[in-house]
């Protein structure tokens, strides 16, 4: 007879949604974010969406560019969460520029080390999302898959789900979409179970001292 196993411990998610659209206002990047963090839920993961655009985070490579800059507090709730799900809009065939804004930000990260010299980055898991009506999703997440993991993020195995749309075509955006399509579904189920996995893994056991 099989002994029963204690439930898995819970874990976090921070989406930080890099649209160049403010709230209320629709946006794809927001709502693939938060169907991430949909797929992440069944794993035993809660979730926060932050849309960055709604903040003033200010430019810099500091934790803290003075008086009025947001990023401190959503840095707080990102050093606070296992998983980062880390949401942009394609323009240009480019991230967004908050996107970058974000990844400039986050280099602050690297003077930031624990008493036996990891970065406090380190046992946290990232994963991309990534979305637009042109070509670019693996252009982008190659960008975002080396920022983060040089400032101490762990990828999991097919960490990033995308939409882009046909080519040459009406230009439509994901949040008009009848449905979410199944292959992108297929995807964020693969991306949302191996980030949960992987999260559990270095939460149990962590990288070795520096």
């Known amino acids: 007879m099989t002994a029963p196993t204690d439930p898995p411990p819970p874990l976090r998610a921070l989406a930080l949604v890099c649209t160049l659209t403010p709230s209320p206002a629709e946006s794809s990047s927001?709502?693939?974010?938060?169907?991430?963090?949909?797929?992440?839920?069944?794993h035993g993961v809660t979730g926060e969406l932050v849309r960055v655009v709604d903040h003033d985070v200010r430019p810099g490579v500091q934790l803290d560019m003075g008086a009025g800059d947001a990023w401190p507090t959503i840095r707080a709730k990102l050093m606070d969460a296992d998983i980062l799900v880390f949401a942009t809009p394609t323009w240009m065939g480019q991230h967004s520029s908050v996107a970058q804004r974000v990844l400039e930000r986050l280099?602050?990260?690297?003077?930031?080390?624990?008493?036996?010299?990891?970065?406090?980055?380190f046992g946290k898991v990232a994963v991309a999302a990534v979305v637009g009506n042109e070509d670019g999703a693996h252009h982008i997440s190659g960008i975002l898959f080396q920022g983060l993991n040089d400032v101490g993020f762990t990828l999991a195995a097919n960490a990033v789900t995308y939409w882009n749309d046909e080519a040459q075509s009406s230009a439509r955006d994901y949040k008009d979409l009848p449905e979410q399509p199944d292959g992108v579904a297929a995807t964020m189920a693969t991306v949302a179970a191996n980030a949960a996995h992987l999260a559990r893994l270095l939460t149990s056991s962590g990288y070795p001292p520096a």
């Open 30 to 42: 927001a709502l693939m974010a938060e169907q991430v963090l949909g797929a992440l839920a069944p």
């Open 107 to 121: 280099d602050a990260e690297l003077a930031e080390t624990d008493d036996e010299g990891r970065l406090q980055t």
